[in-house]
């Protein structure tokens, strides 16, 4: 449970920097003030983790032989694409990610993932805790 909700936290916080460095990614809090603004991070780190976890996976699966026919510049348009579609899940709610484009979804999802990594190369040690 605790390496769940790490990856969830570092999730949001790399969400809240991405929106920092790309300007078509934004977030829009479901409230003002600090904690909505903390919170809608958060949940936009947990609805991302999930949309990764499940549908991206099953696109993995499915377009396998595309990554290996691309060397894996694929996974920059399925990370986009996961992306936007965390963005379209979170509006349900009539707060969270929005995206200004495909692209921009794209870029984003590239500087969300060098920053998701960062973090998790800095935290490895919490995270691989319960393996030993």
């Given at each position: 449970?605790?390496?769940?909700?790490?990856?969830?936290?570092?999730?949001?916080?790399?969400?809240?920097?991405?929106?920092l460095i790309v300007a078509g990614v934004h977030v829009t809090p479901y409230?003002?003030?600090?904690?909505?603004?903390?919170?809608?991070?958060?949940?936009?780190?947990?609805?991302?983790?999930?949309v990764n976890a499940i549908i991206g996976t099953l696109i993995r699966i499915?377009?396998?032989?595309?990554?290996?026919?691309?060397?894996?510049?694929?996974?920059?348009?399925?990370?986009?694409?996961?992306?936007?579609?965390?963005?379209?899940?979170?509006?349900?709610?009539?707060?969270?990610?929005?995206?200004?484009?495909?692209?921009?979804?794209?870029?984003?999802?590239?500087?969300?993932?060098?920053?998701?990594?960062?973090?998790?190369?800095?935290?490895?040690?919490?995270?691989?805790?319960?393996?030993?």
């Amino acid at each position: 449970m605790g390496k769940f909700l790490i990856r969830i936290v570092i999730n949001g916080v790399a969400i809240w920097l991405t929106t920092l460095i790309v300007a078509g990614v934004h977030v829009t809090p479901y409230d003002d003030g600090i904690l909505p603004t903390v919170v809608t991070y958060l949940v936009v780190g947990l609805v991302f983790g999930i949309v990764n976890a499940i549908i991206g996976t099953l696109i993995r699966i499915v377009a396998f032989p595309l990554y290996i026919l691309t060397l894996g510049l694929i996974s920059f348009i399925v990370n986009g694409i996961l992306l936007l579609i965390t963005a379209g899940v979170t509006s349900w709610f009539g707060f969270g990610l929005t995206i200004d484009g495909f692209w921009w979804g794209v870029l984003g999802a590239l500087v969300l993932g060098i920053i998701n990594w960062i973090f998790g190369a800095i935290l490895k040690p919490q995270l691989n805790e319960g393996r030993r």
